[in-house]
């Protein structure tokens, strides 16, 4: 029984040793796999519950102009950041902090009462109200050194740069294009806490610093944005316009020299603004170009010898017929020469022209000045417009294509072929960007202007350029003309279509004026456009002063040297003294003053002496309120004699403002002293 007895005991001893063996090995099984198998997983576990990891922006790199002016910079900027472990009373810190941060103190206290170990509570902040917030003495807040992007100039080529989002990426523009170079690399840092998801070390830990991006050097020049800017937005609030826009090319090498756009936006405020007022609409939105194609009509048939300058086409006294469609044109004419069809801008003879070029040799000139294609300047959005096969033309294409119709170019494309024909027939690739450069502002990688094709011969150029030099001397170009440089180009009034009729809407449509000075040595091509403007149904009317204007002003920045023409010819002082000669530049032969256009008219008042298209005549512009000096500038775009009495002010004219002006007029100027106006 004893023996029994303790062999069951030692039976039992044994198996709970057994066991006790086993669970031993188990142990020490487990213990091995999860410290040599499972070690970095865990390790890697234990760190991420112990420390949150947070990206720091880089700076950003500039963006500046061809002259190193600064269009896009970065400087320091504090985030503010939240622990919320720590934030004892998140709703009374909400309610302290919501005045100074401008928003509701329901929102801010969403994000101090969260299980998070760390929020961002508002990221980028101003120096003052940083220290604000410091000043509060919040524990659980805190500041992460990041970058902000400013634009100093506010709205001053903003569809150009576009803007830099929150989470620091570049949205628009060339912050968007070159983004890759303009955002350096993120940094990181540290916020440590406990097991319970406190904070232990306070502010974060810099584990790796962020490296600053690339600068990028544009081909813009601030002077000439800011010019191009002004005269547009003139036009845009004097014409009522949907839109409007300016460009300036230089022929030579491609370069963009300004594009300007309105409606516009502060980069600076972006988020108040639309998708709208953002668009780069000189490369986004194709249009209808209107009487500025036949320019490309034109250059291929005199390269294809199908007509010369002084070749006569029949006007057919307004209309036409072709596949059945009865087109006309704005006036009657009989028989035109090439060079009157494009002077003025006869719908007839252009389609005549067309016809004789043909449809094949056509297209192969649309396409060869690159419409139809991307014009590879690198900014976002960019439309090829539409041109379609020949073999997908009805029979009346050949017709409306000759005319402007039936195809549709960016504003970019078009004047990149102005530029063309200004250049001696070669297409330049339009640029924006001229190089990209290190932290220190040093070039690194620069871009040379780049030829796409010689599209038409030197001497083809030639002959339009001096068609086109008629077209603003004798023709529907003429309030074109910059006093002092011989200027070429075109006029456009392009219908758009009715989206409820499906045809031509009889309301202004794109009103342009593409072209290019001083003509014999081209150093601008410039395009104004007007989409829809309310005030004015001609492109000779809206656009033609407008480049005037703007061109006159950017030439004399430019230090292109005026030729020698006629002055405004004061042919009676009715008080001894009042003989005052005046030139072209200016009057008495000085600077313009502060104000006026290219061509003495005042900025915001180029409208006044707008061309009539059925008259063909100038009309008087307002001159009273103006000092002597003031109407003369003003008047001496006009082929015209002055009579001048008194001093002082004008205080009565005659012709009246909006009368018609014809050559030779004699315009009657009374002045008296200002204290004496009435």
Known sequence: MTDALSDSLKTRALILSTLFACALLALIGRLAFLQIVKHEELARLAERQRSKTIVLRPKRGPVLDRHGQALAVSSHAESLFALPARVGDPEGVAERLAPLLNEAPEEVRKRLATDRAFVWVKRKLSPSLAQAIRTLGEPGLGFVQESLRLYPNRELAAQVLGFE????????????????????????????????????TGLPTVIKASTPGQGVA???????????????????????????????????????????????????????????????????????????????????????????????????????????????????????????????????????????????????????????????????????????APDRWSGLSLATLSIGQEASVTALQLIAAFGAVANGGRLMQPQVVRAVLDSGGREVRGFEPRAVRQVIAPETARALTQILTRVVGEGTGRHAAIPGYEVAGKTGT?????????????????????????????????????????????????????????????????????????????????????????????????PLAEGQGANGVPLGAVAHGALDPDAMSPRMPAVVGKSLREALSVLEAFDIQVEVAGRGVVVAQRPAAGEDLPPGSVCRLELAPPTARQ
């Open 218 to 388: 544009l081909t813009l020049d601030t002077t000439i944005q800011y010019l191009a800017e002004k005269e547009v937005e003139l036009a845009w609030r004097r014409t009522h316009s949907k839109a409007a826009l300016a460009i300036v090319l230089d022929p030579r090498t491609g370069e963009l020299l300004a594009l300007a756009i309105r409606p516009t936006f502060n980069p600076n405020s972006f988020a108040t603004a639309s998708a709208n007022e953002w668009r780069n609409r000189a490369v986004t939105d194709p249009f209808e170009p209107g009487s500025t194609f036949k320019v490309i009509l034109a250059a291929g048939a005199l390269e294809e010898g199908v007509a010369r300058p002084t070749d006569r086409f029949y006007g057919e006294q307004g209309t036409i017929t072709v596949a059945s469609t009865v087109i006309h044109d704005w006036k009657r004419y009989g028989w035109l020469t090439f060079s009157e069809v494009l002077q003025n801008s006869s719908n007839v003879g252009a389609i005549k022209v067309g016809m004789a070029l043909g449809r094949e040799r056509y297209h192969r000139y649309i396409t060869g000045f690159g419409f139809g294609s991307l014009t590879g300047v690198g900014l976002p959005g960019e439309s090829r417009g539409q041109v379609r």
């Open 494 to 590: 392009a219908q758009k279509i009715d989206p409820t009729t499906k045809r031509y809407s009889r309301a202004p449509g794109i009103l342009s004026f593409a072209g290019f000075a001083p003509a014999d040595d081209p150093r601008i091509a410039m395009l104004v456009l007007l989409d829809e403007p309310t005030s004015e149904k001609w492109g000779s009317e809206a656009a033609a002063p407008i480049f005037a204007a703007l061109g006159g002003e950017v030439l004399r920045y430019l230090n292109v040297p005026p030729r020698d023409t006629p002055t405004v010819q004061i042919v009676r002082g009715l008080e001894a003294g009042m003989v005052v000669p005046v030139s072209r530049g200016g009057a008495a032969g000085g």
């Open 165 to 200: 989002g929150v989470d620091g990426r570049g949205l628009e523009g060339i912050e968007r294009a070159w983004d890759s170079h303009l955002a350096g690399e993120t940094g990181l840092a540290l916020v440590e806490r406990d097991a319970l998801g406190r904070e232990v």
